[in-house]
């Protein structure tokens, strides 16, 4: 998130994290935030496989112990985090996807 988030904001991280010898699936949550408007806005920001994670790029190309100038620039640029969604509560409530070791936060404006 940028900067200092304001007093009537509400941040939330959630993260499906998995240890590294287990397999797992896609976790379904559901959100329900009382005493804000059900129609409050939302941000979030993801880091998932296809979201500002160095892993999978780094993997994919070879794993190099010692990284160039230029290979360190590509995994930089193509982990660069991506911009943020828009959404809104729907009835107070927010539903939310992870992968597995995905983390989002969320940002709900009160």
Known sequence: MDG???PTSLVIAAWNLVDPD???TVR???LVFHNVPGNASVTLQ???DEHGNVLPRYAAMGRPPDRTPVQVEQLNRETAPSAA???RLTG?????A???NALV??????
């Open 85 to 87: 969604e828009h959404t």
């Open 22 to 24: 287990q397999q797992s």
């Open 105 to 110: 936060l969320v940002k709900v404006d009160r």
């Open 4 to 6: 200092v988030e304001s």
């Open 28 to 30: 379904k949550m559901e």
């Open 92 to 96: 107070g409530k927010l539903e939310l």
């Open 98 to 100: 992870l992968e597995p």
């Open 46 to 48: 993801r880091v998932d």
